[in-house]
């Protein structure tokens, strides 16, 4: 099953650094990757993405690196709002959760940490423990990643990935909104204007093959917007468990 998602901001070099020595060991920094699943239509949704946002702004001692994505999922747009981040996309990858878990359902807002932990997203003490323990967890795959402007509604993902890869792992990628505010007109939420950060706005996630190549992911813009950054990340494609192995972001050139 294809997928995809991006998301934060990071430096951007011209070249992919070249990758030398061993495969990352037990000292590699662990990353958390936190993905919301929400809806402009949901009334319970703007707690949980208030949680997002803490957890995208908050500093942090521990080391790692922390990724947010907030998948807007399209099973709310036909109950008075239509979500204008939404997209079946991200309810597929949300189904592709479930499947995982062993859920015979979805809802709002669900909250996904490392590709294996879920909850309901508006818990921050949950969402903040679950955050310190993917960070405890050392990575054993690393990402690069060089990004270009090949079309006027297109992006070129140069990538490279080392380290301990199952022979099953999908790449995704992903293009992320840093910030927007939407005054909801219908729906749950009329009359509210919601904030919402780290927006999966285009997504491309396929099996990953071979250490080395890249991916063209379109975008509902032109590129002349600088407030996106593109994320990659890898992650086991297994019926029981999808772990996410390693993870890097970068700004778009």
Known sequence: MALAAISACAESSSR????HGDPPTSTAP???VVELFTSEGCSSCPPADAVLERIA???RTEGGLVVPLAFHVDYWDGLGWPDPFSSPVCTERQRRYAGTFGESGVYTPQMVVGGVDRFVGSDPVRAEESVRRALARPSVVTVAIRVDRSAPD???VHYDVRGRVPDRAL???AVVQRSASVKVGAGENAGRTLRH???VRALSVAPLRG???ERVV???WGPQRDDNDVVALVQRDDSDAMTILGVTTAAIP
Request: charged share 10%.
């Open 211 to 213: 250490s080395s190549g």
């Open 171 to 173: 790449l995704l990628v």
């Open 16 to 19: 992919i650094p070249e990758a």
């Open 57 to 59: 702004s908050e500093p």
């Open 218 to 220: 379109r975008t509902p």
């Open 30 to 32: 662990g990353v958390a």
């Open 154 to 156: 297109a992006l070129t």
């Open 197 to 199: 950060t780290s927006i």
